[in-house]
């Protein structure tokens, strides 16, 4: 029998705020509706490795869930109607989806935002060499990775190579189980005394990544690099390419393996990529479910986040500004700027990117009463920045006030959390980008273990939350 609480208990209880587990807080039924939402999420992780792939998997779904082309409705001259789908691609690596609601656009939008590029090596534009009898390819990383992560590892490549004559070449290799697979090499402990004195950030350079591709050499004595010409010819008749054809070619190294269950409970998603698909496919998801709206609902997917977000396909483009000026020109026979400025001064959105959880290895990295834990559902992030705040966003206590309302009210698990101590780091979302087009915009994802790691890790139950939060947030008025 639960022994009677105290006075100062109770008043404890009602006065306090602490995060709670969300596996305690849901039911059985909620728990198996997770996993069953997470198996989708895995295949999705396995279809999507790059920003290219992701764009390609938008579109598919967007078709086939009724959303049409922004592109068509401009051209058949339609105008905006109470659930009309619109959708947008934008340079194959970026996109909107857009669910009409029955509200003026001068009411504002309401926007859940993520990115769809992840931490990753790319090759050179002239990656092809050879030396000691073995073929090789060239690179450079791309985001902030820890170079040492990233050696001796399973790598898949995918991406495209575009010829002179326009014709565009998609490659993906190292995927399926009867693939080839590819690998960067690292040092033996027998002979790595000098490497392991050296900082971790030092025992594995940029130069040194550079990729295991083969080591058979051609049958002919008088050519000089027998293994890269077999190289190129297997190339050649595979894809019917030439060596120049690297220059004009966007190929990344990726993780080879798939997406997998963690946990003898099966709770967690172990995966690459996770930072910021996570968010980017569950705000994916909450879009294409929507049935009817009040406010105009959008999900704005962008390129180059991991870089800096500029770029025509980043969130610094006027890729947003764009579409929605296009909806205000759908919206009415005349366009005004001043629907538009009006419609976005009075926008909201979600900035969807993950949060660092609490890791028990590192916690000295942490501030434990402001950080975010991994299975206590959504994260709310108030600012990004670095230290002093420099080079983020600062969200306004009456919008959060306004979103604990509504994730409290929808029974929304949530915590609030700060990306590391004050003096340790940091780090920028798209949210100061959105946040300068007059929008009003907080963070907003899930917490992440082993973040721009290979393998990165997310609890089943934030996962599902998460796209719950961002479903909710887009019908809200």
Same mark, same amino acid.
């Given at each position: 029998m639960e022994e009677n609480k105290t006075q100062g208990q109770v008043l404890f209880e009602?006065?306090?705020?602490?995060?709670k587990n969300a596996w305690e807080k849901s039911s059985e039924d909620e728990k198996n509706k997770a996993f069953e939402f997470c198996e989708g999420y895995k295949s999705f992780l396995d279809k999507a490795k790059t920003e290219r792939e992701f764009a390609e998997e938008v579109e598919k779904l967007a078709l086939q869930n009724g959303f049409i082309a922004l592109d068509k409705v401009i051209k058949d001259?339609?105008?905006?109607?109470?659930?009309?789908?619109?959708?947008?691609?934008?340079?194959?690596?970026?996109?909107?989806?857009?669910?009409?609601?029955?509200?003026?656009?001068?009411?504002?939008?309401?926007?859940?935002?993520?990115?769809?590029?992840?931490?990753?090596?790319?090759?050179?534009?002239?990656?092809?060499?050879? %030396?000691? =009898? +073995?073929?090789?390819?060239?690179?450079?990383? /791309? $985001?902030?990775?820890?170079?040492?992560?990233?050696? *001796?590892?399973?790598?898949?490549?995918?991406?495209?190579?575009?010829?002179?004559s326009g014709e565009t070449v998609k490659v993906v290799l190292g995927e399926n189980e009867d693939d080839m697979v590819f690998t960067i090499t690292d040092l033996l402990p027998h002979l790595a005394v000098e490497q392991m004195q050296k900082k971790m950030s030092e025992g594995i350079t940029g130069e040194a990544l550079n990729l295991l591709f083969g080591s058979i050499p051609y049958n002919d004595e008088k050519v000089k690099e027998k293994v890269k010409l077999n190289i190129l010819k297997i190339l050649n008749e595979k894809y019917g390419i030439v060596?120049?054809?690297?220059?004009?070619?966007?190929?990344?190294?990726?993780?080879?393996?798939?997406?997998? %269950?963690? =946990? +003898?409970?099966?709770?967690?998603?172990?995966? /690459? $990529?996770?930072?910021?698909?996570?968010?980017?496919? *569950?705000?994916?998801?909450?879009?294409?479910?929507?049935?009817?709206?009040?406010h105009t609902a959008l999900c704005v997917l962008t390129d180059k986040e991991e870089i800096g977000s500029m770029g025509n396909t980043g969130a610094e483009s006027v890729l947003l500004e764009n579409f929605v000026a296009n909806l205000c020109s759908l919206s009415s026979d005349t366009y005004s700027d001043i629907l538009l400025r009006n419609c976005l001064s009075r926008s909201k959105m979600l900035s969807a990117d993950v949060n660092a959880g609490v890791d028990p290895n590192y916690e000295g990295v942490q501030d434990k009463k402001n950080a975010s834990y991994i299975g206590?559902?959504?994260?709310?992030?108030?600012?990004?920045?670095?230290?002093?705040?420099?080079?983020?966003?600062?969200?306004?206590?009456?919008?959060?006030?306004?979103?604990?309302?509504?994730?409290?009210?929808?029974?929304?698990?949530?915590?609030?959390?700060?990306?590391?101590?004050?003096?340790?780091?940091?780090?920028?979302?798209?949210?100061?980008?959105?946040?300068?087009?007059?929008?009003?915009?907080?963070?907003?994802?899930?917490?992440?273990?082993?973040?721009?790691?290979?393998?990165?890790?997310?609890?089943?139950?934030?996962?599902?939350?998460?796209?719950?939060?961002?479903t909710e947030f887009m019908k809200s008025r």
């Open positions: 009602s006065l306090s705020f602490t995060a001259r339609k105008k905006l109607h109470k659930g009309m789908k619109i959708y947008h691609i934008n340079r194959k690596k970026s996109a909107v989806l857009c669910v009409v609601g029955s509200k003026g656009l001068e009411e504002g939008i309401k926007m859940v935002g993520a990115h769809i590029d992840s931490p990753r090596i790319d090759l050179k534009q002239n990656p092809l060499y050879e %030396d000691t =009898g +073995l073929a090789l390819l060239k690179t450079h990383y /791309y $985001g902030g990775i820890k170079k040492y992560q990233w050696v *001796t590892t399973p790598m898949a490549l995918h991406g495209v190579i575009v010829k002179q060596e120049e054809d690297f220059s004009s070619a966007e190929l990344e190294i990726v993780p080879a393996f798939k997406a997998r %269950d963690v =946990g +003898l409970d099966r709770s967690l998603v172990g995966a /690459y $990529g996770q930072d910021d698909r996570v968010c980017a496919y *569950t705000a994916l998801k909450a879009i294409l479910d929507l049935k009817e709206v009040e206590k559902g959504l994260v709310l992030q108030k600012y990004t920045g670095s230290r002093g705040k420099a080079g983020g966003s600062d969200a306004n206590p009456e919008f959060i006030a306004e979103l604990r309302k509504l994730f409290n009210e929808k029974n929304i698990p949530w915590q609030t959390g700060e990306l590391g101590k004050v003096d340790l780091g940091g780090g920028g979302t798209i949210a100061q980008y959105v946040a300068n087009l007059g929008v009003e915009v907080i963070d907003c994802g899930v917490a992440l273990l082993s973040m721009h790691s290979p393998f990165e890790i997310t609890s089943k139950m934030d996962v599902y939350i998460i796209y719950k939060a961002y």
